[in-house]
Structures are given as structure tokens and as C-alpha cells.
């Protein structure tokens, strides 16, 4: 559920294990942003021996970037250089290669919990065009046709009943969200706000999705388009400053985040309420309501993976690997599983597991 990254930078693209969890409570954080004190509950930190690096393709760097219920973690490794290839491991299995298609590069976005991969592929030495595909273990991997008239366009996620989340740009500067059923084969696109820019963050098991679109003003806001007729919700209606969705739960509550990207607040929409969570960047929730992302601090000089669990009072950091402390975490599952990407002592990014959380 979070957009690939085909070039090695982002462009915003175990579980049955028993291991251990280990904190230490480091007290209350405080956090400046543009003259305002944020406070963050209570911060612990989980062992460093349980953020397990998956591996690699055998070039040097990747990501996970979703994970199933199952423990079947996706996303995206160099094999050499620059060139990424999307990968599948399960909780037993070896990182496994699952090949670009016709192209050179891909990457894995999302998957569901019937083991359906999405993503993208690329061409050449350059991610400006992109082609969505389908994976299963049946079918390996198979591209879809792009948007009727767009060149270019990404999955970004699949729900369980394999309705596909599809974002494209590259058409006369502007970019949009589509839905794409595989039954038909047919694109749905989704309507914005009026300024001529829509992304698709996540879609919940009943169709409904969330992403960000801007206004006539050119502001991005926080939206939602719902599973009938797909019309537009503006979650930041009337507010000032930027905001983006990124991901819903089983119950409806859309998290996100407003500002500037360096030093932004993670808040959630649920009812109509909008709250504020913490300082950070929230990529992730699960139908416990715990949330994963990265905070980012000291103005993007620090990026850590982090988790919240806004039900129990918990604000937790994930450690890196080794002596490294960047970290980002992109999708967390039902058991508490959650996976992202950590820098090692050589600072290369790889895609790693963290520490299963439980709550207290």
C-alpha cells in the first residue's frame, strides 16, 4: 500500500514466529513544529534483535512495502545496480524473485490476503512510464492495459475482493486515481476536487478509498471516495495547508497526515472528528486500530520507523539495524507484524520485518 519506488527513492510507490518483545519506556518526547509543542505519549523502544533483515535480489538495497495476514510480505530489491525487481516471501520461504514482465524493472505495492500481488513495472533507466500489473502463484506476473488515455500509470493496492487501486500521470502534468476491476477488465476513474490531480493511497475491503486531490488553489487535501458511486469526500474541508490520506481500517478511520512533509502531524478522520495522533508520517493501520509510520525530525535530517496505538496510550520506536537508526515502516497486519525498510551499518536500505507488537 505504498506507491513503488523503481529508482531507489521514494517519490512522495514470520508471522507465525514467536518472538520476543522487549521495552524500555524513555518518557514523554516534545517535539517543536513551527513554533508549536507537540506532545507524544509515552515513547519505548523494541529489541534491535527482532528488526530482521529480509535480504536481497543480490544487489544492495529494497524495501517491504505491504504484508498479508498470512505473514507474506512484498515489495522491491536491486538485483544489480539501479534496476529493482518486485519480490513475495512468506514466513518460510526465501526472498523470491518474481520478475518484471516485458520490462527491465518492477516493484510490489500491495497484497491481499488470497496472496494477489500489485505493482508496477518500468521501462528502461527511467520510472515516467510505468505499467500496473497482477501477480499470483498461479499466473506469475501479467500486466494490465493502461488507463485509456494515459501513459503511464501504477497499482497502488487490492482489497479482498480484488478490486485494484491505480494511480497515472505523465497526461498533460496532470496525474489521477483510478479503480480497475479485473473482472471486466474496466477502469473506473475517480473524480476530484477540481484541481486536476488525484492519488489513491488504499482501498478497504468494501471499496471504499482514500488518498489526496487538490483544490481549484492547487492545496492538496485529504479525501475519500466512497465504494457506490465513487463520489468525493474532502476531509479537510475549509482548512488551511496541505494534507494527504494515507490508509483506512476495517471501521472506516482514515489516517493521514498535514503540513509540510519534513515536520508533519499525523492526524486521523473517523465520524467527521479529525485528531490529531503525533508528529509523523502514518502509512499504515490495522483493524486494531494500531498505526505504523515514520517520524521524521530535526527537518527530515531523521527519519524512524514508529508506531502508534492510540487505544492504549502507545508511542513506540522501531529500531534499525545494528548501530543504524533510519528506518521507515510501510504496512503493518492483523497480528501486529509490521514491515518497511531499515538503513545497516554500510547505509544501504534494506527490506526488513520489525518486532510484532502487542498491545498492553
Avoid at 514470520?14 to 521495552?23: C, F, I, L
Avoid at 536491486?78 to 524493472?105: C, E, N, Q, W
Avoid at 487538490?214 to 457506490?228: D, E, I
Wanted: net charge negative.
Amino acid at each position: 500500500m505504498v506507491p513503488v519506488v523503481l529508482d531507489g527513492e521514494r517519490r512522495f510507490g514470520g508471522a507465525d514466529e514467536e518472538v520476543p518483545v522487549v521495552g524500555t519506556t524513555s518518557g514523554t518526547r516534545r517535539v517543536k513544529r513551527s513554533g508549536m509543542v507537540i506532545a507524544v505519549a509515552a515513547v519505548a523502544i523494541l529489541c534491535v534483535a527482532c528488526t530482521r533483515d529480509l535480504g536481497s535480489l543480490g544487489g544492495t538495497y529494497g524495501s517491504a512495502t505491504d504484508i498479508n495476514d498470512a505473514g507474506t510480505v512484498v515489495g522491491y530489491s536491486s538485483v544489480t545496480g539501479r534496476t529493482t525487481h518486485a519480490f513475495v516471501k512468506t514466513t518460510t520461504g526465501p526472498l523470491t524473485d518474481i520478475g518484471s514482465g516485458p520490462r527491465p524493472r518492477s516493484g510490489a505495492s500491495a497484497i491481499n490476503n488470497a496472496g494477489v500481488v500489485v505493482g508496477s513495472t518500468a521501462e528502461g533507466a527511467s520510472t515516467v512510464v510505468q505499467h500496473p500489473f497482477v501477480w499470483t502463484a498461479a499466473t506469475g506476473l501479467v500486466e494490465l492495459a493502461l488507463p485509456p488515455g494515459v501513459p503511464s500509470a501504477w497499482a497502488v493496492d487490492i482489497n479482498d475482493a480484488g478490486t485494484i487501486v491505480v494511480n497515472s500521470g505523465g497526461h498533460a502534468g496532470f496525474y489521477h486515481a483510478w479503480l480497475y476491476d479485473q473482472a471486466s477488465a474496466t477502469y473506473t476513474p475517480l473524480p476530484g476536487l477540481g484541481g486536476g490531480y488525484e492519488q489513491a493511497a488504499a482501498i478497504d475491503a468494501k471499496g471504499k478509498v482514500v488518498g489526496s486531490a487538490t483544490t481549484s488553489g492547487g492545496v492538496s487535501h485529504a479525501v475519500g471516495w466512497n465504494q457506490t458511486a465513487h463520489a468525493i469526500t474532502d476531509f479537510d474541508a475549509g482548512l488551511p495547508g496541505t494534507s494527504e490520506a494515507t490508509a483506512i481500517s476495517a471501521n472506516g478511520t482514515v489516517i493521514g497526515w498535514s503540513g509540510d512533509y519534513s515536520a508533519a502531524v499525523a492526524y486521523s478522520w473517523s465520524g467527521g472528528v479529525r485528531t490529531t495522533i503525533g508528529q509523523g508520517l502514518p502509512a499504515a493501520i490495522n483493524d486494531s486500530g494500531v498505526i505504523v509510520g515514520t517520524q521524521i525530525l530535526n527537518a527530515g535530517a531523521v527519519r524512524t520507523a514508529h508506531l502508534w496505538d492510540p487505544a492504549h496510550g502507545a508511542s513506540i520506536d522501531f529500531t534499525g539495524l545494528g548501530t543504524a537508526t533510519a528506518s521507515e515502516a510501510t504496512a503493518i497486519n492483523n497480528h501486529g507484524v509490521a514491515v518497511g525498510d531499515a538503513k545497516n551499518g554500510a547505509s544501504e536500505d534494506r527490506p526488513v520485518v520489525f518486532d510484532p507488537y502487542v498491545a498492553p
